[in-house]
C-alpha cells in the first residue's frame, strides 16, 4: 500500500505534468469510484486549469482553485500514470482525463478498489453527497512538530495503532510504521502514553529520517507501488524489519521476529526492540 513517501512521489511527478494545464475531457470507465459533490465531474472540470498539486497525508489534491479539487487515494493498489493517448487501456483502469494540447494523458487503475477520487466542492459543501466519505486526515507526518507529535501520543493504545491512525498523524503506513520503531528502538506493543520523552524524541527523528530516505529513494516498491512513469522504487532494499523475517537485523544481527500487532503484520528486532515497560513520564498529560 503507497505511503507518504510512495504518494509524494506521485504527487511530484503529477505536479511537474499538469500544473498549469487546461483540462480537456475526463472519461469515467466506472462511476462507482468517484465519491463526493453530486455534479457531474466531466462538465464540472471541462475547461478548467489545474492551480496546483497538493498531498494531504497519502491523499493527493489536485487543486483546481480554492474552491474546486479533486483529491486522489491510491488506496491498496490505486496508480496514477501519465501515458500516451495511443497506449492500450488497461483492465482496472477507471479514470481518463486529457489535457490541452498535451502529448499523455492521466490515467487512474486500481484492481482492489480500496482508493478512489473524491470530487471537493467547497461552496456545496455536504449537499448532495454521493458515495464514500472522504477520509480524514491528521497532521502531516513530515510537518508536524515534536510538541505536537507528543501530545498526540498521550493515550493509552499501542504506540503502532495509534501511528497507523491517519486522524492522528497523516502518511505513516505498515512499512515505514515498523521501520520508525526499529530505529527508535521501540517495540510496538508499547503503551504510547507509558513512552518516555526520549523515546518520543527518537520516534519523531526516526520517522522524519525513513520517510525523507524513503522520498529519495523513489519510495518502497514490496507488491503494486509505481511512480507516474509506471516505475518502483528501491527503498525496500534497505529496509530494516519490513518484510526481513529470519533476517538479521543490520544492527545486532539478532534474526528479525513477525509477529501480529494492532491487527498488522509486524516485523521487530527482538533484541533492539525489548517490550520492557517504561516509567510514565512524570509530566502531566491529557488523556484524550
Ligand atoms: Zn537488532
Redesign the pocket.
Known sequence: MPELPEVEIVRRGVAKRITGRTIEWIRLNRADVVHGTAIPLCAALHGRRVKRVERVGKQILIEINRRVALMVHLGMTGRLTAVPPEMPIEPHTHVRISFRKCSFELRFSDPRRFGGIWFLDKAAGEVGWVGRRRPLVGPDALEVSCREFAGRLAHRRQIKALLLDQRVLGGVGNIYCDESLHRAGIHPATRADRLSDGQIRRLYRAIRTVLAQAIRAGGSSISDYRNVDNAPGWFQVRHRVYDRKGQP?R??K?AIKRLVVAGRGTFI?P??QPPRRVRPRRSPRKHT
Open positions: 537485523c544492527r545486532c539478532t528486532c533484541k533492539c
